[in-house]
């Protein structure tokens, strides 16, 4: 297995580790996290907690920034954090921070030049978890979380994939990206103007299609900056009010979009997922 160790943190008596490895689905070099908890170990493998970061992280934001760590911990729980797009010279960019390199959108572009590489929906669905059965001291129950651009990633990823996940969370998600700026930009390069494909990963469109009730938990901060334009989570509640779906749905006076907001309330969503997880 080409897997390599970058580096290794021992953090709440568990061990923050980096590896570096050669993506068959990206066809480039990728960089993913993991937070492995003081429980795991081949005779107790412990269920993992998916993190899908948003618009210009790497894996690097949510493992140190949210403050994750103390709690996954104690509830005995893995965390993966993979990177946003893939990267390197060879692979196609844009100058701006919303697209391209750190932009991926968690979706499989079908249009030059982002085709030759921009498979995120893949790379998460598929390889990462493979690699991560197959290499670490983890059970068969996940779940997926996320924030924002990754927060669309998280719950568009659990909505298409019925029983893969136990449970859905996400902070300041993008729901409805076909009617947003950023997804509408990201959307129009890597897949083309057929707006029928777009739907197929936009989480408005695919909660109004699911029969699956799959716990879901999004917190948005009331005093972020992109609510309004770029979030629109009044379109993804309305939905699931219409269809009795089992998602609750937290609003937070004065927080914005940022990692301050994430950590305020990550330790909820790690209880929540643990909570299924474990049942
Ligand atoms: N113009 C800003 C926008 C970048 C930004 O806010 N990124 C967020 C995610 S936004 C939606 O996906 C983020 O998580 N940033 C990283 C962090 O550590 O805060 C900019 O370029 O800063």
Redesign the pocket.
């Known amino acids: 297995m080409n897997l390599e160790n970058v580096s290794a943190n021992k953090s709440f008596g568990g061990w923050h580790k980096q590896y570096s490895h050669q993506s068959k689905s990206l066809g480039c070099a990728m960089q993913f996290a993991i937070y492995l908890p003081p429980q795991a170990s081949e005779s107790n493998p412990v269920p993992v907690l998916y993190w899908l970061?948003?618009?210009?992280?790497t894996d690097e934001?949510f493992m140190q920034?949210a403050g994750a760590h103390k709690m996954a911990a104690e509830l005995g729980v893995a965390i993966v954090a993979p990177d946003t797009s893939p990267r390197g010279d060879d692979v196609a960019n844009d100058d701006a921070?919303d697209l391209g390199q750190g932009a991926g959108f968690y979706i499989n572009a079908t249009q030059a030049p982002w085709d030759k590489h921009y498979r995120m929906y893949d790379y998460i669905n598929d390889e990462l978890p493979e690699l991560i059965k197959q290499t670490f001291p983890v059970s068969d129950k996940w779940a997926i979380s996320g924030?924002?651009?990754?927060g669309h990633g998280a719950i568009m990823m659990a909505l298409r994939s019925p029983g893969k996940y136990t449970s859905v969370s996400a902070f300041s998600p993008?729901v409805n990206p076909v009617k947003s700026p950023?997804g509408e930009k990201a959307f129009t390069a890597y897949l083309g103007t057929d707006k029928a494909l777009w739907k197929e990963y936009d989480s408005t469109e695919l909660l109004k299609k699911s029969d699956v009730k799959l716990p879901l938990l999004i917190d948005q901060g009331l005093s972020d900056n992109?609510l309004a334009e770029q979030l629109k989570p009044q379109n993804f509640v309305a939905v699931a009010t219409e269809k009795d779906y089992p998602l609750t749905y937290r609003e937070h006076e004065g927080y914005d979009?940022?990692?301050y907001f994430i950590s305020s309330f990550i330790e909820d969503h790690l209880e929540f997922h643990s909570k299924h997880l474990s049942s």
């Open positions: 970061s948003g618009l210009t992280c934001n920034k921070y924030h924002s651009m990754g993008i950023w992109f979009h940022s990692y």
